[in-house]
């Protein structure tokens, strides 16, 4: 009993110790973070604000010195959506993001569960895979363009073989080029979703595994019920990265396409990018705000749910 009350007062005196308001408690850290605070809140939180105000005004070149007078309201968003290059730039990105997305996850994870089953050579092998996501997208681009051009490409290769008839044109071709960018796109992401899933594979427990066995559960309905539901947190976070670097993609598209034939392969960060820096500034910021506001409507709803469940958990 003696030992008992006397903790309960180190306790009560220990409360008394701490600052009364909690804003108080952990001030070095605090402190540490600030210069970090200020920049999101100047450079990112600012930019936004800045990037949304500019987008409603008819600057070309330059930022407008006078916003007041400039400011044209919803004009720009009305000329973008009314632009058919727009349109056609927000399709591509529908086509290539969906079909990257989906190919980049079952190839990585597929390539992950054979790496993950103790093979020989394995560091070799996962040098290999891993390889392409050092190089850059210019670079990838640039290899792409030269093995799918048909005058000197894989299409002259195969009928240099003696096979004549043998016809791989897609870089050329209008309906099919957004498939090429699908294609460099997954040779490049492949490796890096690879690494990802077999992180997480190493990190299942083994017992799993056995307890697997002994209930005569197949392998493969192992990886469905047990092993994927369980690596749920690793899917999540290989989704943002490969979603954010597919939204971004630019370079890859001017080093191998340059958005032809005509408009066939263009993507929204190349229309911003194009008006921002050569045509008009403003439009260029509103196509940026209708991207940003359309990346939001998906990730904040999603980031609520995600996180509200866990604290209800």
């Given at each position: 009993m003696a030992d008992t009350a006397r903790s309960a007062e180190l306790s009560s005196a220990v409360r008394d110790e701490r600052p009364p308001n909690s804003l108080?408690?952990?001030?070095?850290?605090?402190?540490?973070?600030?210069?970090?605070?200020?920049?999101?809140?100047?450079?990112?939180?600012?930019?936004?604000?800045?990037?949304?105000?500019?987008?409603?005004?008819?600057?070309?070149?330059?930022?407008?010195?006078?916003?007041?007078?400039?400011?044209?309201?919803?004009?720009?968003?009305?000329?973008?959506?009314a632009t058919p290059r727009w349109i056609i730039s927000v399709e591509n990105l529908a086509v290539f993001g969906s079909l990257s997305l989906i190919f980049v996850f079952v190839v990585g994870f597929i390539l992950a569960v054979l790496m993950d089953q103790k093979i020989r050579f394995e560091n070799t092998f996962r040098t290999i895979f891993l390889y392409p996501f050092a190089l850059s997208f210019i670079i990838t681009g640039l290899v792409w363009q030269w093995m799918l051009n048909p005058a000197f490409g894989l299409q002259k290769s195969m009928r240099d073989l003696g096979w004549e008839s043998f016809t791989f044109d897609w870089i050329a071709n209008r309906d099919m080029v957004v498939y090429t960018l699908v294609i460099a796109a997954v040779w490049q992401g492949t490796g890096l979703v690879m690494a990802l899933m077999l992180a997480?594979?190493?990190?299942?427990?083994?017992?799993?595994?056995?307890?697997?066995?002994?209930?005569?559960?197949?392998?493969?309905?192992?990886?469905?019920?047990?092993?994927?539901?369980?690596?749920?947190?690793?899917?999540?976070?290989?989704?943002?990265?490969?979603?954010?670097?597919?939204?971004?993609?630019?370079?890859?598209?001017?080093?191998?396409?340059?958005?032809?034939?005509?408009?066939?392969?263009?993507?929204?960060?190349?229309?911003?990018?194009?008006?921002?820096?050569?045509?008009?500034?403003?439009?260029?910021?509103?196509?940026?705000?209708?991207?940003?506001?359309?990346?939001?409507?998906?990730?904040?709803?999603?980031?609520?749910?995600?996180?509200?469940k866990r604290r209800s958990q």
């Open positions: 108080l408690r952990n001030m070095a850290s605090k402190i540490a973070l600030t210069p970090m605070i200020l920049t999101v809140l100047v450079v990112f939180i600012g930019g936004t604000i800045w990037t949304i105000a500019y987008s409603m005004t008819n600057s070309r070149v330059l930022p407008t010195r006078n916003f007041a007078k400039d400011f044209v309201g919803l004009e720009q968003y009305v000329k973008l959506f997480g594979l190493r990190g299942i427990d083994d017992d799993i595994w056995r307890a697997a066995r002994v209930d005569g559960i197949p392998k493969w309905r192992t990886y469905l019920s047990v092993i994927i539901p369980m690596m749920r947190p690793v899917f999540i976070t290989t989704l943002v990265i490969v979603a954010a670097g597919v939204v971004r993609t630019y370079d890859l598209v001017v080093a191998m396409t340059g958005g032809g034939p005509g408009l066939s392969s263009q993507l929204p960060t190349v229309y911003i990018y194009e008006f921002m820096f050569v045509a008009n500034l403003s439009q260029g910021l509103a196509a940026s705000t209708v991207l940003l506001v359309t990346v939001a409507i998906i990730i904040v709803p999603w980031a609520f749910w995600e996180f509200g």
